[in-house]
């Protein structure tokens, strides 16, 4: 399975991105798939994920702002980021997994087998 991210960029405070994520490959063997982001200096961070079936977890600080989505027939995954604040400006990752992931898994790195390259979003305050 390869991942590749796309549709960041410059935006200011309280404007909307939309990210990509194409996948390409096997992809029927995933059954999670998630976005992180990391900023500079910090540890990769959970935003949120996306079971095979539709349950969804999202990351406290990124709730009621941000919606994740997919095309099936377009083998993508998308992240609709609204209200953005100075403070989301990170690397966005997508990933995938094998497992169905719980809960209380979806927040972990180590769960993930596959990750896209990372689009970059820059928030202006």
């Known amino acids: 399975v390869q991942l590749q991210a796309s549709g960041g960029g410059l935006v200011q405070a309280g404007g909307s991105l939309r990210l990509s994520c194409l996948a390409s490959?096997?992809?029927?063997?995933?059954?999670?798939t998630a976005w992180f982001r990391q900023a500079p200096g910090k540890t990769r961070e959970f935003v949120v994920s996306?079971?095979?079936?539709?349950?969804?977890n999202y990351a406290s600080s990124v709730k009621g702002r941000f919606t994740i989505s997919r095309d099936n027939v377009k083998n993508t995954m998308y992240l609709q980021m609204n209200s953005l604040k100075p403070e989301d400006t990170a690397v966005y990752f997508c990933?995938?997994?094998?497992?169905?992931?719980?809960?209380?898994?979806?927040?972990?790195?180590?769960?993930?087998?596959?990750w896209g390259q990372g689009t970059l979003v820059t928030v202006s305050s």
């Open positions: 990933a995938a997994s094998h497992s169905s992931l719980i809960s209380s898994a979806v927040a972990d790195t180590n769960e993930y087998d596959y």
């Open positions: 996306r079971r095979r079936g539709g349950s969804i």
């Open positions: 490959g096997d992809t029927f063997v995933t059954s999670t």
